[in-house]
């Protein structure tokens, strides 16, 4: 763990301002803040009941033969939802997210800080490893929890794929941004379970992943753009239809 000093930390109106202008970018960029805890719980509390709410609703969303793929394609689709912001608001606003008692609505995979807060990242020894360890922090806690059997590494790699699929659309957004864009994303995807999962393939960040996420499996599902086994392209990991 890493020791912050009181001077790293942002203000929580700085943080607000941040995620209000990220949220613009898209769903998978929206982090709700303020606000009442009705309807919202910890998303430990979900990470614990293995995402079993979300797993169904993807089961009936895909009609999908395998509990496997429903327990992919939701963490697929949470990793999207805690990359996003939080890359974002590193990039766009020097702003390393603290999502400390981070909660999800009740119904559905919307994602809330009810005390937003973070530090500047130009603050920090190691930003990149801070943010990291935040997000892979969360999804280990949910593939922990998960009572469906998902191999590691499909999942490590859903992970990677949902990085990539954010940061690209960061990229098409805030073009002016590549740079340290790039910066970052390839310093993740080089540390710790993110490691050997994937690598860059051409511009604007084009990835190809090393594991599949099986969502070509389900009735109408297809080979993602970013797939080992090769395939169309998707805009971002929500196109597919995630919760």
Sequence with gaps: MVRMTPTAR??????????????????????????TDRGWHPVGESYARGFTDLLAAVARRHRTPEARIDASVAQLGHAARLWSPAIACAVLHGIVL??????RADEGPRLRLPRPGGWHADR??????????????????????????????????????????SAQVLLGARPEVREPLTGLVTRLLRTG???????????????RRRSCCLYYRAPAGSVCGDCCFGGRETEHPGGQGMP
């Excluded at 603290?98 to 909660?103: F, K």
Aim: negative net charge; aromatic residues 4%.
């Design 193 to 207: 379970r993110l490691a050997g999962t994937g690598r860059f393939t051409g511009p604007d960040l084009a990835f």
């Design 98 to 103: 603290d999502l400390e008692g981070l909660q």
């Design 10 to 35: 942002a203000g929580t109106a700085d943080v607000t301002a941040a995620l209000r202008d990220v949220a613009s970018l898209g769903g998978f960029f929206e982090l709700e803040t303020g606000g």
């Design 124 to 165: 920090l020894p190691d930003p990149a490893g801070t943010l990291g360890d935040q997000v892979m922090g969360l999804l280990g806690a949910l593939r922990a929890g998960l009572g469906v059997k998902v191999a590691p590494r499909l999942l490590d790699g859903n992970a990677a794929s949902a990085l990539a699929g």
